[in-house]
């Protein structure tokens, strides 16, 4: 669990840690904002790419293997990224970098599965979503320290450079202390490469004009969107077919006819959609805004870090106690927090606005790690450990859809709110964060009817014992 999870962190971490460093590489290399976005962006879309396939691959061929091969890519491409002397370069590096995370990623709530007898899995659930969490929260401070410390030329090629000797250390534990493949998946089972490539593109035309929602101007863009549903729903006939003629699809669709993990799967989406949009708008607007350094906007978001990271190891250990209604809890913190942080900034908008928004951060960091570790724990919970790796992978692809459209539409109002008010970057960033308020709200409306559906569930299964008993 160790190095599955400092795996995990590593792979995580470098989806924000890039935000604070940004303005340094565009100095450095020269990059046009174009070749930025595709540094940020190019990483999340070969990482969502790669999630499916590889945790059905991880399922039938051995999680291991998987695991430490994207484990060498990653790492690779780290060091290729750190060593970037143009924007090709960079870019090229950062795509195979999210490749190898992609492969990655899948295997650790697998491995957890497989590990973990069903009651035991809370805790290590517990341990992936505080990862989750943090890695996410604290990559703007990590990345903000480097570049204090060693220089805008230096700082963020450091960003790169740190994740080789932890990479290498990770792939040789990881080979000595992860099990091989189990019986099972010695037995030779079918890939379904067509599945693959209808999901890849299906996923590839959704991603491309959400990621790109800024670079690419005009209205076309939105017909790969189309195009991307009409594949998926190729994608999903092809599945049914391949199932009834007795194969192993590359998504059990029969999964999401279990309401853990359809409901599950669409809190994620959803919250994801909102959840990782605060650190996008929040440090654009303590930079550029604000004129903060990169290392205080990281302290800024600090408080949100911590607040995940304990309630999430909290989470994780009571979560099959409390079930559902403690996601729709955390949920509710999270909105009340983010809610409290419009307020907290309407008044203090000026440059005390990072510490104005601690304590409301701190409560919707809280509520953050009642959500993420306790939702995954619970929509994996019926799952076969066979299907586990492509079951997580489905799940963290609804994620990564779910940031992507997050980002796109969040970061439209933000920017397009800042040009109507002439470079407020107070009220841009307030408006913004109340659509943020709004994805998490729907994700708890979700949650409620999760919650409502299994009282209702369970008043229906006491009745039917009742009459059982009383017929006897």
Excluded at 36 to 45: F, P, R
Excluded at 119 to 124: A, L, S, T
Excluded at 438 to 466: K, M, N
């Amino acid at each position: 669990m160790t190095v599955a999870l400092v795996a995990g962190f590593m792979t995580l971490l470098d989806v924000s840690i890039v935000n604070v460093a940004l303005p340094s590489i565009r100095a450095d290399l020269g990059l046009t904002a174009g070749g930025l976005q595709w540094v940020l962006s190019g990483y999340a879309l070969t990482f969502g790419l790669l999630l499916v396939p590889a945790g059905r691959f991880g399922d039938a061929r051995g999680r291991r293997d998987v695991f430490i091969a994207g484990l060498v890519v990653f790492t690779l491409a780290s060091a290729a990224a750190g060593l970037a002397n143009g924007t090709l370069w960079l870019v090229v590096a950062r795509l195979v970098q999210g490749a190898g995370a992609g492969l990655v990623s899948p295997q650790v709530s697998g491995l957890i599965q497989q590990l973990f007898e069903p009651r035991e899995r809370g805790r290590p659930f517990g341990l992936l979503g505080a990862t989750i969490g943090v890695s996410t929260a604290i990559g703007p401070l990590l990345g903000g320290l480097l570049i204090q410390l060693l220089g805008a030329e230096q700082g963020w090629r450091w960003i790169f450079f740190i994740n080789v000797p932890i990479g290498v250390a990770a792939i040789v534990l990881g080979r000595k202390w992860i099990p091989g493949r189990s019986h099972e998946q010695r037995e030779r089972q079918s890939l379904d490469p067509v599945g693959v490539a209808l999901l890849g593109v299906g996923v590839l035309l959704v991603l491309l004009p959400l990621v790109q929602e800024r670079e690419w101007h005009g209205p076309a863009k939105w017909l790969l969107l189309v195009a991307g549903l009409a594949v998926l729903t190729g994608f999903l006939a092809w599945e049914r077919r391949f199932a009834r003629r007795g194969g192993t699809p590359v998504v059990e669709l029969g999964l999401f006819r279990r309401r853990s993990y359809g409901l599950g799967a669409l809190i994620g989406f959803l919250y994801f959609a909102g959840f990782t949009t605060i650190f996008f708008i929040y440090t654009l607007y303590l930079q550029s805004g604000l004129r903060y350094s990169a290392l205080a906007a990281g302290v800024a978001i600090t408080p949100f870090a911590i607040g995940s990271a304990v309630a999430a190891a909290a989470g994780g250990r009571i979560v099959n106690r409390y079930g559902r209604p403690l996601v729709a809890t955390g949920l509710a913190l999270v909105a009340a927090g983010l809610i409290a942080t419009v307020v907290a900034l309407h008044f203090v908008p000026g440059h005390n606005a990072g510490w104005a928004a601690a304590i409301p951060l701190l409560v919707a960091g809280t509520g953050s790690g009642l959500v993420i570790s306790p939702n995954q724990t619970l929509t994996l919970s019926e799952v076969p450990v066979r299907r586990a790796g492509s079951a997580g992978a489905v799940l963290q692809t609804g994620q990564r859809i779910g940031t992507a459209l997050g980002i796109a539409v969040v970061g439209a109002i933000f920017f397009n709110r800042l040009a109507v008010t002439g470079g407020s970057w107070s009220l841009a960033f307030r408006t913004a964060l109340l659509v943020t308020i709004g994805f998490v709200l729907v994700a708890l409306a979700a949650a409620i009817a999760d919650v409502l559906a299994a009282r209702r569930h369970d008043r229906t299964a006491d009745h039917h014992r009742d009459r059982e008993t009383a017929g006897v």
